[in-house]
């Protein structure tokens, strides 16, 4: 089952970030399970959106990617994301 996933993370610029899919990018099977992904800048750091087509696969990615983050110097605050069951997803004008 889809899930969305819902992550505050202050203290992070939208450079840093940029730093960061830079590098994850070069490992595309590191997103293997992503539906969908936005980032937000907010006056206090990112705001990050995602859809996932399971929490296993969230997990696989999280495990991945937080080395990454780490080395790159991002700070470890925030609170835990909020994960949500998906009732229904679709993507206007698809399957046309």
Not at 12 to 32: C, G, R, W
Not at 73 to 96: C, E, F, L, S
Request: glycine share 8%.
């Amino acid at each position: 089952m889809a899930i969305f996933v819902h992550s505050i993370v202050p203290g992070v610029t939208a450079d840093q970030y940029d730093s960061l899919n830079a590098k994850l990018q070069e490992t595309p099977d590191i997103f293997d399970g992503c539906m969908s992904h936005a980032c937000v800048a907010t006056d206090d750091g990112l705001e990050i959106f995602d859809l996932w087509e399971s929490e296993r696969q969230m997990n696989a990615f999280v495990e991945r990617m937080m080395p990454v983050a780490t080395d790159l110097g991002w700070p470890m605050t925030g609170d835990r994301p909020r994960i949500m069951q998906v009732h229904n997803q679709w993507v206007p004008g698809a399957g046309r």
